[in-house]
């Protein structure tokens, strides 16, 4: 059983287009997160949602929102895609918001 | 904003070999997580220290919260094949406001050779 999983795997997809990425957990977990992974592997936080309420934005551009329909998914909605939003985004979990991270697979994003 | 240096970048060693990395940091930090990625799948946690001077192992496996606050370690004795991968070091900054913000460290990459 995977504990957080996100879909799709892999997105290729024009400059220009609108694209989401959707994530659930089933470990019971109260916070939920969206991590960015760039082509060296740097990881870095852009939200967290707690109990369906966000709590950390990290300056990311509003043409990404997250939304999150109930404390066990968090969705990633991509407007108007740019080449450098291509990187691998990672769903994460914890049990509360200072607890430690359980990860997704990752969706690797192709922008061309 | 901050960071942490995590080094070496990347090791190459012989299967059997131990291996050693760390990462530091210039602020105080709660809370050092050690994670590692395979390729292709997101990192898994594979240790978690909350306390300074505390020393965790897990299996062949042992990190230590420095006594500064300011850098953790991870060892790998007799490292195997299977410990291929790119480990990453975590921490959570002391003035986060409660929040979750984990800084990363930039990542080591280990490569066994049999």
């Known amino acids: 059983d995977t504990a957080v999983s996100q879909t799709p795997k892999y997105l290729v997809t024009q400059m220009g287009n609108d694209k989401s990425i959707k994530c659930e957990q089933n470990?019971?977990?109260?916070?939920m997160y969206w991590y960015k992974q760039d082509s060296k592997k740097f990881l870095k936080i852009m939200f967290s949602y707690n109990n369906k309420e966000l709590i950390i934005n990290e300056t990311v551009p509003n043409r990404f929102s997250p939304k999150s329909p109930d404390k066990a998914h968090l969705n990633l909605h991509i407007n108007s895609l740019e080449l450098g939003d291509s990187a691998v985004y990672f769903c994460?979990?914890?049990?509360?918001?200072?607890?430690?991270?359980?990860f997704g697979s990752g969706t690797q994003l192709s922008v061309l | 904003g901050q960071q942490l240096n995590q080094s070496p970048q990347s090791m190459f060693i012989q299967e059997g070999e131990d291996v050693s990395m760390n990462c530091t940091s210039s602020s105080i930090f709660n809370t050092w997580l050690w994670y590692k990625q395979d390729p292709g799948e997101g990192p898994v946690l594979l240790i978690a220290l909350y306390k300074a001077g505390e020393l965790t192992s897990n299996g062949r496996l042992t990190a230590q919260f420095g006594i500064t606050r300011k850098d953790s370690f991870l060892n790998i004795s007799a490292s195997i094949p299977s410990d291929v991968g790119i480990y990453f070091c975590a921490g959570q900054p002391m003035f986060s406001g409660g929040y979750n913000k984990l800084i990363f460290g930039a990542g080591t990459r280990l490569a066994v050779h049999p």
């Open positions: 470990l019971g977990h109260d916070t």
């Open positions: 994460a979990s914890s049990q509360g918001p200072n607890e430690k991270l359980f």
